[in-house]
């Protein structure tokens, strides 16, 4: 990841410590907004995907680059102790924004991709309403 990432995730992390310091119901579904569209969360098992592809990828100055990903979840036995539904597997499309250099690549941003418009939004850096730098202020 680029300092820059990586600084917003290391702040996001004070916020949720402060979080589960403020709320200490130990079952209840914390209230982020980033569990439902993160880069390692998502609703309907988007937090599980099997295989990504890459569809395609734009160049941009600085060598920065844009790169829309498939992603694919595949239900297996271990998910719900039965034999997977093929029903029960999809896709969803992300953009990921990496920066390179001549020595390696590094993530800087990662954005769903709207399944109606093809539309990117909720950008993972701006992800992070209910924090105030790293400090809890949703409910």
């Known amino acids: 990841m680029t300092p820059r990432l990586r600084k917003i995730l290391d702040v996001a992390q004070e916020c949720e410590k402060d979080y589960f310091a403020k709320h200490t119901c130990e079952e209840c579904k914390p209230t982020f907004g980033w ?23 734009k160049s941009f100055a600085h060598g920065t680059f844009q790169v829309t990903v498939r992603l694919t ?41 709207d399944p109606d418009t093809g539309k990117a939004r909720d950008a993972l850096s701006e992800s992070f309403s209910e924090c105030n730098g790293p400090l809890w202020v949703g409910p």
């Open 73 to 113: 979840y595949r239900e297996t036995f271990e998910t719900y102790g039965r034999p997977p539904n093929p029903k029960n597997h999809f896709d969803w499309r992300v953009l990921v924004r990496v920066q390179c250099s001549k020595d390696n690549c590094l993530l800087d941003e990662f954005l769903r991709l």
């Open 35 to 57: 569990i439902e569209q993160g880069l390692f969360s998502g609703g309907n098992e988007e937090a599980l995907p099997a295989e990504a592809h890459v569809v395609s990828t």
